[in-house]
């Protein structure tokens, strides 16, 4: 069984930084993609950032240049540095992996329960 736990998230004042953490665990075969999504009250869930095996990253416009997303292979863990933070970037934070698990053929893409992340003064 696979599982993903983030880590990381809680209160910082408009222009703080925090740092998620996301670590898949279980029995995990080989993972293509990992990266978060978020989901402000009231608004459809959005892609943050991603990283792929192929070390292509992509990042929303409106983080871009603020967040940096990083990951360790050899731990099953991927980053999300959040700098220059602002009211806007309150959202629940979902980590996701696109993996494929042992005994399964194909990639499939797991999820995390989501960490709060809440930017007011």
């Known amino acids: 069984q696979v599982q993903l736990v983030e880590s990381g998230g809680g209160l910082v004042q408009p222009g703080g930084s925090l740092r998620l953490s996301c670590a898949a665990s279980?029995?995990?075969?080989?993972?293509?993609?990992m990266g978060w999504y978020r989901q402000a009250p009231g608004k459809q869930r959005e892609l943050v950032a991603a990283t792929r095996t192929d070390v292509t990253i992509n990042y929303t416009d409106s983080v871009r240049g603020r967040f940096t997303i990083s990951r360790d292979n050899a731990k099953n863990t991927v980053y999300l540095q959040m700098n220059s933070l602002k009211p806007e970037d309150t959202a629940v934070y979902f980590c996701?992996?696109?993996?494929?698990?042992?005994?399964?053929?194909?990639?499939?893409?797991?999820w995390g329960k989501g960490t709060l992340v809440t930017v007011s003064s």
């Open positions: 996701y992996a696109r993996l494929r698990a042992e005994g399964v053929l194909d990639y499939m893409n797991y």
């Open positions: 279980g029995s995990i075969r080989n993972i293509n993609a």
